[in-house]
T-cell receptor, first 113, second 114 residues
Framework: QKEVEQNSGPLSVPEGAIASLNCTYSDRVSQSFFWYRQYSGKSPELIMSIYSNGDKEDGRFTAQLNKASQYVSLLIRDSQPSDSATYLC?????????????FGKGTLLTVNP | DAGITQSPRHKVTETGTPVTLRCHQTENHRYMYWYRQDPGHGLRLIHYSYGVKDTDKGEVSDGYSVSRSKTEDFLLTLESATSSQTSVYFCATGSRGEAYNEQFFGPGTRLTVL
């Protein structure tokens, strides 16, 4: 059974700070990694994809991947109250199962004004 | 974002009745998925489709069936609804089945089984 683990939170940060969200996964052959943002009562929205070791930056968001440690993280710089949401980590398989994702249970982020 | 719609958006039904949820996409994506989301469990895959008439089970498929007769439509049927199937159901689509398997979600259907 593939597992994706996230701290459930809540993670509380002040406005303007850096929020750091972490995720570990159990399947060593995983090849694709995603972060979704989900506002309360809404559907998940894809915000970042990462496939190679290292950092990937998109605006205020940076995804970091370390396959050796089976660890992926999301940094949100200059956090805003509008970033308050649940963040879901998702991991994709390899080969015949690479079009399926396994999701973590999510980390609730609260950004305080 | 993919144009994905789900219907109905809300439904209340009684135990033992059949229920069908519909997912419709306008992006010509090959892959389609049905998930349920419950507190404490996160998103769990029910069934998925990798092409017209090509479907397979996910991790929580018992009590559910699916059909895909057209690229744009993916139906989820609860054959005889139970209270444990009260949940929020999300449809998702994906355009690429190789390394870049991003998925995009519909707005969801909130189902209550009394």
């Amino acid at each position: 059974q593939k597992e994706v683990e996230q701290n459930s939170g809540p993670l509380s940060v002040p406005e303007g700070a850096i929020a750091s969200l972490n995720c570990t996964y159990s399947d060593r052959v995983s090849q694709s990694f995603f972060w979704y943002r989900q506002y309360s009562g809404k559907s998940p929205e894809l915000i970042m994809s990462i496939y190679s070791n290292g950092d990937k930056e998109d605006g205020r968001f940076t995804a970091q991947l370390n396959k050796a440690s089976q660890y992926v993280s999301l940094l949100i710089r200059d956090s805003q109250p509008s970033d308050s949401a649940t963040y879901l980590c998702a991991v994709g398989g390899w080969g015949g199962s690479n079009y399926k994702l396994t999701f973590g249970k999510g980390t609730l982020l609260t950004v305080n004004p | 974002d993919a144009g994905i719609t789900q219907s109905p958006r809300h439904k209340v039904t009684e135990t033992g009745t059949p229920v069908t949820l519909r997912c419709h996409q306008t992006e010509n994506h090959r892959y389609m998925y049905w998930y349920r989301q419950d507190p404490g469990h996160g998103l769990r895959l029910i069934h998925y489709s990798y092409g017209v008439k090509d479907t397979d089970k996910g991790e929580v498929s018992d009590g559910y069936s699916v059909s895909r007769s057209k690229t744009e439509d993916f139906l989820l049927t609860l054959e005889s609804a139970t209270s444990s199937q009260t949940s929020v159901y999300f449809c998702a689509t994906g355009s690429r089945g190789e390394a870049y398997n991003e998925q995009f979600f519909g707005p969801g259907t909130r189902l209550t089984v009394l």
